[in-house]
């Protein structure tokens, strides 16, 4: 199999309120209904290859759980709210469209065909809106065309795009008194440094083991070689420090 697309989005940096907005989405629409995930468009700018996601809103979506070609999104709503976007901020377009997943649904490719109307390079963004592991609660997907060997049709399908969460000077200020409320009091300084340390370690542990079950994978054959995948972790090898140096190795007094 091959895939063949332009490379327009290499990264994509989704903004604080851009979390916020669709947590807070979920939650009003998980107290009122069973709905397993909500929906919604994002708003930003692309330079350079860098998606920037600087805004979002909710739009309505109901969906049948049994057959995936049955399912509701409302364009005029959509459109609605875009143009009071738009009359608030005129730089920010739709860029893509979120979901909170938390995987990728057989009907996306489908949804995504609509969001492509107002924006033909739509990047799907799924927001984990309650994670259960450590790591970044957002996944990044563009559409891309499958091409099989065998000669069948093309067929569509996502490719996953990098992701990371970033912000403006401002929005760091906010994001920084949040949390200074909604963080515990009575815990020392020291307890909240070893704990944040614990935190990352478990990420790094995490992540570490991943890098050794897909090396295993492809060292087995179960999973063919991806070069910018093995140079980047020939980089973070060579980034590692030499602990055969004497002077580390000599006990201390």
């Known amino acids: ?18 979390l916020l907005s669709v947590v ?9 209904s069973s709905q397993r995930r909500v929906v919604g ?8 290859g860098i998606l920037d996601v600087s805004n979002s809103f909710a739009v309505p979506f109901d969906e049948d759980e049994k057959d995936a070609d049955v399912y509701f999104m409302d364009h005029d709503y959509l459109e609605a709210m875009y143009a009071m976007f738009k009359k608030v901020n005129a730089k920010e377009k739709i860029v893509g469209w979120y979901h909170t997943g938390p995987k990728l649904h057989s009907n996306d490719i489908k949804i995504n065909d609509i969001i492509k109307k107002y924006c033909p390079e739509s990047v799907l963004v ?13 996944d990044a997907y563009i559409a891309v065309d499958e091409v099989h060997d065998d000669g069948t049709p093309t067929t ?10 970033g912000a403006e000077e401002a929005e760091e200020v906010g994001v920084e008194h949040l949390l200074r409320d909604i963080k515990d009091t009575t815990v020392g300084t020291l307890s909240q440094h070893l704990t944040t ?23 087995e054959g179960k999973l063919p070689v991806n070069h910018p995948i093995i140079y980047q972790l020939q980089d973070v090898f060579n980034l590692l420090p030499n602990l055969n140096v004497p002077d580390l190795m000599r006990p201390s007094p």
């Open 41 to 48: 468009c994002l708003l930003g700018s692309c330079r350079k």
């Open 1 to 18: 199999k091959q895939w063949y697309q332009r490379r327009v989005r290499e990264k994509v940096v989704v903004h604080p309120l851009v």
């Open 126 to 138: 799924i927001i984990d809106a309650k994670p259960k592991d450590l790591g970044l609660p957002t």
């Open 156 to 165: 569509k399908t996502f490719d996953h795009v990098k992701s990371e969460i």
């Open 197 to 219: 340390q614990v935190t990352a370690l478990k990420s790094l542990h995490n992540k570490l083991n991943d890098i050794s079950v897909y090396l295993g994978q492809v060292a």
């Open 24 to 32: 807070d989405h979920y939650s009003r629409i998980d107290k009122v």
